[in-house]
Nanobody
């Protein structure tokens, strides 16, 4: 079956960096747009970034532009989220997700086919 497994979360001070990884298995990685979302308690899941199936196109929510970078490694079936200049408001559970490349609306959680279990990121002030 399909599995998306996140790793790399943790506790970091404001201004620091973390790199999240999401290893995918059970699917044809190159057929899927990969996205990162985040969620805090009692709030809706928020789009963070997405990358096209071939890796040539990316998009970000405005609040992370210039600080976060999404990338993918086809050989390892893995997508990454490099997070720099972290702020306390970046604190959340981060989820990776996979959406078949035939679908549109990368920035909506609706329509993503598979989700990881989530990784906690905590940024202290």
């Amino acid at each position: 079956q399909v599995q998306l497994v996140e790793s790399g979360g943790g506790l970091v001070q404001a201004g620091g960096s973390l790199r999240l990884s999401c290893a995918a298995s059970g699917l044809t990685f190159g057929y899927y747009v990969m996205g990162w979302f985040r969620q805090v308690p009692e709030k809706v899941r928020q789009f963070v970034a997405a990358i096209s199936s071939g890796g040539g196109s990316t998009t970000y929510v405005d609040s992370v532009k210039g600080r976060f970078t999404i990338s993918r490694d086809a050989a390892k079936n893995t997508v990454f989220l490099q997070m720099n200049s972290l702020k306390p408001e970046d604190t959340a559970v981060y989820y990776c997700a996979a959406k078949h490349r035939s679908k549109t609306l990368w920035d909506s959680p609706n329509g993503y086919d598979y989700w990881g279990q989530g990784a906690q990121v905590t940024v202290s002030s």
